[in-house]
């Protein structure tokens, strides 16, 4: 079974400036998708960047980048310029390609507050 | 925003009662999946279908029930709520491709069982 672990429960960061959300995650698959939602308040959750595991080049979305490092399985977020509007919880979610269903498997998220 | 619609957003009811937590989608999508998200936000699978008339239980044991008789439906019931149920409901879709579909989320159902 796959596990996704976020180990940074709350951050914040000053608006305009940089910030970096971490996500670990364990697998015996070699090939898998990664992704990362966002779900703000009292709003429906979005698809903010999505990665496959075979492709070497980090996935961009705008301000939002990925570092992904296979070998190590890890999979963090950077969000550049940050917005008042990225106020939100971040979840990073692991998906296999195989199976007929799709499944998501989620970590418990980062509440992350961009201060004015 | 996307086309997934969740009735109704919040509901307060008393122990024992029945009650259908209803699901739908415009986008034609074969997958439709039902998350319980819980106080600390953590989000657990708990049913999904890959098309009318299947379903599969997901990785948290839950006590609902799900059917899925149109593509666009997917209706969860709880026979007997309990306050253990007492959580937030998330249902969503994606269409069926090879992989690495996003899954598209509705606007939860906040449950509250007295």
């Known amino acids: 079974a796959q596990t996704v672990t976020q180990s940074q429960p709350e951050m914040s960061v000053q608006e305009a400036e940089t910030v970096t959300l971490s996500c670990t995650y364990d697998?015996?698959?070699?090939?898998?998708?990664l992704f990362w939602y966002k779900q703000p308040p009292s709003r429906q959750m979005i698809l903010v960047i999505r990665?496959?595991?075979?492709?070497?080049q980090n996935a961009t979305e705008n301000r939002f980048s990925v570092n992904f490092q296979k070998a190590a399985k890890s999979f963090s977020l950077k969000i550049s310029d940050s917005q008042l509007g990225d106020t939100a919880m971040y979840f990073c979610?692991?998906?296999?390609?195989?199976?007929?269903?799709?499944?998501?498997?989620f970590g418990s998220g980062t509440q992350l507050t961009v201060l004015p | 925003e996307a086309d997934i619609y969740q009735t109704p957003r919040y509901l307060v009811i008393g122990t024992g009662k029945k009650i259908t937590l209803e699901c739908s989608q415009t986008?034609?999508?074969?997958?439709m999946y039902w998350y319980q998200q819980d106080p600390g936000m953590e989000l657990h699978l708990i049913h999904y279908?890959?098309?009318?008339?299947?379903?599969e239980k997901g990785d948290l044991s839950s006590e609902s029930t799900v059917s899925r008789i149109r593509t666009e439906h997917f209706p969860l019931t709880l026979e007997s709520a309990r306050p253990s149920h007492t959580s937030q409901y998330l249902c969503?879709?994606?269409?069926?491709?090879?992989?690495?579909?996003?899954?598209?989320f509705g606007p939860g159902t906040r449950l509250t069982v007295t």
């Open positions: 979610a692991f998906m296999k390609p195989l199976g007929s269903a799709r499944q998501l498997t």
């Open positions: 990665q496959e595991a075979y492709k070497q």
């Open positions: 969503a879709s994606s269409e069926d491709r090879t992989g690495g579909s996003e899954q598209y």
């Open positions: 986008m034609g999508h074969d997958k």
């Open positions: 279908s890959y098309g009318v008339n299947s379903t």
């Open positions: 697998t015996s698959e070699s090939n898998y998708y």
